[in-house]
């Protein structure tokens, strides 16, 4: 019941999207043909910019905006523009990504659009304590904008303590283990008025086991946060949804305020074709759409993907499931 791919002439992934102007705005990253073999740090997705795309009905025509940022024009950035997300404050449009600095560690940057088809100018510094990848924004009911991020192996998660220090020995396929380790998980930080920086310290959301009220543990790799953070609200309730990376399901956990606790509550989607699972939710007309990437259209290569969409529904519990009839 899946959507064809977005848009063919070029390779999308890791969609975020939002309802501004009675559309439906979407900010993939790019991917790109690369001779870099695969591997667990993430090296094969080298992607240059990025471009916003917008559509108002399922399965309708898409509009490419075209380019609306490049590596070339951030100065502090030097390889890898990954997965991105967009925010509306006050009539500004905010585009938040990730990317290495010259010293190779990943950190994310802003940059700023008096609309939501870009271009978007970056600030010449990435945001202050940032550090990680796949930011995620949210603007909940009250005008207050938050930051989720965060993914581990080749996003580096696990190599920052305390929010300050950075050990490039722990860099790759690492991450805590053991059953009775808790697991990582994703940050969060309040944003400040005018968007371009934290108002806060940046702390850890956790995500608890439904049964025993307990942070799930490292080696529960079915259920514990890898990365592609993303926020939705419905009614009145916080959905944390995320990637579970090397078992590339889409989990979901359900909490009472945007720094969580959250209870994990289920998947919303299996395995595609391809690595990587990295998504997003918005409700448009009255329906709630997921937007996810797979691997099909490049018959499985990996680091060339493409964003499809698919309705949600949710049950008296709210609980999430794929809608059957499109």
Avoid at 159 to 177: I, L, R, Y
Avoid at 289 to 303: A, P, T
Wanted: charged share 25%; aromatic share 14%.
């Amino acid at each position: 019941m899946a959507s064809n791919p977005l848009v063919t002439h070029i390779y999308t992934a890791d969609p975020s999207a939002h309802v501004f102007e009675d559309k439906i705005y979407v900010y993939p990253s790019h991917d790109r043909e690369t001779d870099i073999k695969f591997n667990d740090n993430g090296d094969q997705y080298d992607m240059a910019d990025y471009h916003v795309l917008s559509l108002t009905e399922f399965n309708g025509p898409v509009t490419d905006h075209g380019v609306v940022l490049k590596t070339e024009d951030v100065p502090w950035v030097s390889k890898q523009l990954w997965a991105p997300d967009a925010a509306s404050k006050n009539g500004r449009y905010y585009l938040y990504f990730p990317a290495r600095d010259k010293q190779g560690i990943f950190r994310i940057g802003v940059a700023e659009s008096d609309k939501p088809s870009g271009p978007f100018k970056p600030d010449p510094e990435p945001i202050p304590g940032s550090y990680s990848i796949d930011p995620a924004s949210f603007v909940d009911d009250d005008n207050q904008a938050y930051l989720y991020f965060g993914g581990i192996w080749g996003g580096q998660l696990q190599c920052w303590k305390d929010n300050q220090t950075f050990d490039p020995s722990k860099s790759g396929p690492q991450e805590p283990t053991g059953a009775d380790v808790p697991a990582l998980s994703c940050r969060v930080a309040r944003l400040s008025e005018d968007m371009h920086s934290f108002a806060e310290e940046v702390r850890q959301i956790q995500v608890l086991d439904e049964q025993t009220g307990k942070p799930l543990m490292a080696d529960d790799h079915d259920r514990r946060f890898f990365e592609a953070p993303w926020m939705h609200k419905y009614n009145g309730k916080y959905y944390f949804s995320y990637s579970t990376g090397d078992t590339h399901f889409l989990a979901y956990a359900i909490g009472d305020l945007p720094y969580g606790p959250f209870t994990y509550s289920g998947r919303i989607l299996e395995p595609v074709v391809g690595w990587t699972t990295h998504h997003s939710i918005v409700q448009y007309k009255g329906k709630w759409y997921l937007f996810y990437h797979d691997c099909e259209l490049s018959k499985g290569v990996n680091h060339l993907r493409s964003v499809r969409m698919r309705e949600i529904v949710y049950d008296d519990q709210g609980k999430i499931s794929l809608a059957q009839k499109q």
